[in-house]
C-alpha cells in the first residue's frame, strides 16, 4: 500500500470507500444538497464570496459539474468504488468536492464517528 502522502485523491476517495461504503449514499445526498443551498442563494454567496484562490464563476463551474455527476450517476456511485472516486475526486471538481467532504464530516452527527476520522486524515492536510 502506498504511503498517504503518494496517494492521489482518487485513492484516498477509493479507501474511504472501502472503510465506510455504508457511508456513501448520505455523503453524495449531502453534496447535491450543499449544491442547492448554494443555488437558492446565489447571489448571497456570490456577495459573501472571498476566496483569494478561486473567482466564483469557477466556484459554480466546479459546483456544476459535482451536480452533473451526482445526478447522473448518483445510484451506481452509491454502490461503485471506482465510478465514485473517478467521478468526483479527479480533475479540478475534486477542490469542490473535498470542501463538502471536510464541511460534512465533522458538523454532521453521524453514526459512524470513524468516518469523521478518516476524512480528516485522508483529506485534510
Known sequence: ?????????VEKAGVLF????AEIPELL????GMCQAVREDEDGHRRAWN???LNWNL????????????RRYKN??????RLFADQLFDGYVV???????TSYAPTRQLANRKFTVAVDLLFNP
Open 1 to 9: 500500500m502506498k504511503t498517504l502522502e503518494m496517494m492521489t485523491n
Open 95 to 101: 477542490i469542490y468536492t473535498v470542501h463538502c467532504l
Open 29 to 32: 445526498d449531502a453534496i447535491q
Open 18 to 21: 472501502d472503510l465506510f461504503p
Open 51 to 53: 476566496n483569494g484562490f
Open 76 to 81: 451506481k456511485m452509491a454502490k461503485n468504488k
Open 59 to 70: 466556484w459554480i463551474a466546479l459546483l456544476s459539474e459535482a451536480e452533473g455527476k451526482i
